[in-house]
T-cell receptor
Framework: DQQVKQNSPSLSVQEGRISILNCDYT??????FLWYKKYPAEGPTFLIS?????DKNEDGRFTVFLNKSAKHLSLHIVPSQPGDSAVYFC??????????FGTGTSLTVIP | GAGVSQTPSNKVTEKGKYVELRCDPI?????LYWYRQSLGQGPEFLIY????????DSGLPNDRFFAVRPEGSVSTLKIQRTERGDSAVYLC?????????????FGNGTRLTVT
């Protein structure tokens, strides 16, 4: 049973515009959420995280929003750049135990 | 400081053989995780260590899979009697501790192909 879901396998965005990647989860015990970026033949790279006590965390062009009542989080990238083209995974954990990952969204930023 | 190092980067083996995959975590990181990723899927949890002990091995698919971390640093994932279904990228990650606020830092993985 997939506890973390990314329902959009792919997304294309024009350079300079906003990219919004979405993630849903089912386990209400999750208290820590992360986004990872993955290039081919490399391991996932940590991007940004958010604790369940917050509803927003911002780091430069990247902002993560958490809606606990909807069990939904999103990653906003603005402005999008061609180098942002990669597969993005969201992940979640409950009290720092095993991390559950979504199936990923492939983002293409068109120059 | 170096990141997480995994060796070999690629491993091709015949069905039924034994393989060992090595992970060298970031220095000082107490928690170490093994994940497996198949094509088109997200990383799937296998096992994690806190220090030398396996804190959670619930993700190991069966008793052909075993992992050790004898000195609380380097870890080895061992797969006996390999099957074609074991073919995947095996990812290792480490973190400075468990609990919120400790993201995982991944290596580049070992691509295992069982022929």
């Amino acid at each position: 049973d997939q506890q973390v879901k990314q329902n959009s396998p792919s997304l294309s965005v024009q350079e300079g515009r906003i990219s919004i990647l979405n993630c849903d989860y089912t386990n209400s015990m999750f208290d820590y959420f992360l986004w990872y970026k993955k290039y081919p033949a490399e391991g996932p790279t940590f991007l940004i995280s958010i604790s369940s006590i917050k509803d927003k965390n911002e780091d430069g062009r990247f902002t993560v929003f958490l809606n606990k009542s909807a069990k939904h989080l999103s990653l906003h990238i603005v402005p999008s750049q061609p180098g942002d083209s990669a597969v993005y995974f969201c992940a979640a954990s409950a009290s720092g135990n095993q991390f559950y990952f979504g199936t990923g969204t492939s983002l293409t930023v068109i120059p | 400081g170096a990141g997480v190092s995994q060796t070999p980067s690629n491993k091709v083996t015949e069905k039924g053989k034994y393989v060992e995959l090595r992970c060298d975590p970031i220095s000082g990181h107490t928690a170490l995780y093994w994940y497996r990723q198949s094509l088109g899927q997200g990383p799937e949890f296998l096992i994690y260590f806190q220090g030398t002990g396996a804190a959670d091995d619930s993700g190991l698919p069966n008793d052909r899979f075993f992992a050790v971390r004898p000195e609380g640093s380097v870890s080895t994932l061992k797969i006996q009697r390999t099957e074609r279904g074991d073919s995947a990228v095996y990812l290792c990650a480490s973190s400075s501790g468990t609990g919120s606020g400790s993201p995982l830092h991944f290596g580049n993985g070992t691509r295992l192909t069982v022929t």
